[in-house]
């Protein structure tokens, strides 16, 4: 089984920053993809953003250029800084990773619990 813990969320006033992490433990050969997703209420979840073992990086429009996604592999942690918040970016965030448990097995996702985001006006 995998865990992925995730935290950092919390209520911060436009303009402000927070930085999320989500940690992956358990049963881990592998991780190729992490990323943060967010759901506010009654929307659906979207992509924030998704980094993978080589370095590649994806935003969603709405962030780039005021979040930055990085992971540290030998933790199997990944973070994302967000910068300039906005209103609506209030969500709950939530932590994906592909894990690999074995060599040359499967690969599956998991999900973090998620972690709330509130940016007030």
């Known amino acids: 089984q995998v865990q992925l813990v995730e935290s950092g969320g919390g209520l911060v006033q436009a303009g402000g920053s927070l930085r999320l992490s989500c940690a992956a433990s358990?049963?881990?050969?592998?991780?190729?993809?992490m990323g943060w997703y967010r759901q506010a209420p009654g929307k659906q979840r979207e992509l924030v953003a998704t980094?993978?073992?080589?370095?590649?990086?994806n935003y969603a429009d709405s962030v780039k250029g005021r979040f930055t996604v990085s992971r540290d592999n030998a933790k199997n942690t990944v973070y994302v800084q967000m910068n300039s918040l906005k209103p609506e970016d209030t969500a709950v965030y939530y932590c994906?990773?592909?894990?690999?448990?074995?060599?040359?097995?499967?690969?599956?996702?998991?999900w973090g619990q998620g972690t709330q985001v509130t940016v007030s006006s």
């Open positions: 994906n990773a592909h894990v690999q448990p074995l060599p040359g097995g499967p690969v599956f996702s998991y």
């Open positions: 358990g049963n881990i050969f592998s991780i190729n993809f």
């Open positions: 980094t993978t073992s080589s370095g590649s990086t």
